[in-house]
């Protein structure tokens, strides 16, 4: 696979990668899906979650067999850090036992570039979700299925819904978008949840849900992000659905075969009804069909360092 590349050997999001690399990966995602066959990484990695994870963890480490690496996880309640051990310390003894992977997933908004001087050599690091930083993987899974499905980039209108404000997944899907060639993302949610500074080409901000999603090709629900703000900014479910909710009345405003996507997990009934989570215009089960082709692609580039 002839990718080119500015980073060598890290992950930590997206924003080094250029467009030509972005869409070689995108490609390559999509490839693997359709078949073709995937290298062989004669490689370890290690999956360290520190927070919780269904879709990420499992896809991080199905991506791994599938290339023929040795996957360990490590359930954090049995590692030493519960005896204190700092991160660095535990990257150090992970990479002199020859793990040259290490997809992370860490509360801590900006982890990721803060570990990257520090990371022994030979050990390179994947971002699975800092915080509310970045989550350049579900960026990349966002952005195959859509491809995979003919969306012309350079045309589409994607509203993307919700609690932007603390989404890692609003910020990196986003600047990828807009790295593809979308002119036209429209990023939506309740006033306070809305980002501070916008400093993306083609993206504007608004506080309006017909609004936001007049006409549009792709909308994309999130989950509010509860465990990242006090409880007293916690919604009611009922009201925000109510304003807040894609439902079947409402995706008839955008245009006629409009994709639906959410990262996941889904709070059924609050950011979107059932009838659009399961109905036929919907690609979150394609989102995590992709996204373990996506991590194929990521560990399939990063090993070419
Ligand atoms: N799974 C995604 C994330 O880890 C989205 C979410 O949790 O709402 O950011």
Redesign the pocket.
Known sequence: MALSKTSLRHLPDLNDLDAATLEGLVDRACALAGGAPPQVIEQSVVNLFF?P????RVSFELAAQRLGMTVVNIELERSSATKGESLEDTVATLAAMGIGHLVI?HPETGLPRRLMPVLPAGLRLLN??DGTGE?PS?ALLDAAPLRSNGLDFHHARVAIVG?IRH???ARSSARLFSRLGVADIRLAGPAGWLPDDLDLPGAALFDDLERAIDQADVIMM????KERMSPDDWPDQASYHRQWGLTAERLAGAAENCRVMH???INRGVEIADSVADGPQSLILDQVRLGVYARMALFEWLAES
């Open positions: 927070e994870s269904t879709r990420t997933r699975a979700g989550h579900q609690d989404s890692r997944v999130l989950r509010v992000q990262p996941g997990p």
